[in-house]
């Protein structure tokens, strides 16, 4: 959920620095039904809480799927280029996610210290839980993975990637770039 906070971050960014909310309407971003895509496969496969995911086969095809819409999106979007740093999360994400048979590798102490225990518990007794596997000497690119966490105090914390960070930072400048120009 740092993504959430990346937009926030923008958001406020952009607003302190005197942009106007309606300037992102005026924006004409392409493909956005891709991103909602997205996202709706990503909580079909992820469990946010401590049950099962909803759709619990073909998980790995299925994430392959929702970064492939949102590199669409990107691609159909590369005019604004605060999206340079989304896409270059995209492609770290894609790139272990890709080593690892469509499944990102997580450390369960992560997860843990990011106030999620029911998942890491499920994750090291089953070694996968939706799109995650448990991080190990047989996961790619672990450094990649999911083992950067805010605190479990923290609304909305949870494991995440280096790409992720590049995702949420990439967020946190485009929503002021996008806020303070006139369309």
């Known amino acids: 959920m740092i993504l959430v906070w990346g937009a926030v971050l923008g958001v406020l960014v952009g607003w302190l620095l005197g942009g106007r909310l309606r300037h992102l309407e005026q924006l004409n971003l392409r493909g956005g039904w891709l ?4 996202l709706v496969i990503q ?5 946010l809480g401590s049950g099962k ?4 086969w073909g998980t790995a095809p299925l994430h392959f799927l929702s970064y492939a819409c949102l590199a669409g999106f990107l691609i159909l979007n590369l005019r604004h280029w605060p999206l ?14 890709s ?11 992560a997860l843990r210290r990011a106030g999620k225990p ?20 047989d996961t790619h690119l672990n450094w990649l993975g999911d083992w ?8 909305l914390a949870t494991a995440f990637s280096p790409g992720d ?12 770039y996008a806020m303070r120009r006139r369309w």
Request: charged residues 5%; without cysteine.
């Open 53 to 56: 995911p909803l759709i619990s």
């Open 165 to 176: 960070v590049a995702i949420g930072l990439g967020l946190a400048t485009f929503f002021p």
């Open 35 to 38: 991103v909602v895509l997205a």
């Open 84 to 97: 340079a740093l989304l896409a270059a999360g995209l492609i770290a994400n894609l790139l272990v996610i």
């Open 43 to 47: 909580l079909l496969i992820f469990p």
């Open 148 to 155: 950067l966490y805010l605190p479990g105090w923290v609304p």
């Open 99 to 109: 080593l690892n048979s469509g499944y990102m590798p997580a450390n369960a102490d």
């Open 118 to 137: 029911q998942i890491a518990t499920q994750l090291q007794q089953e070694k996968r839980v939706g799109n995650v596997v448990l991080m190990g000497e």
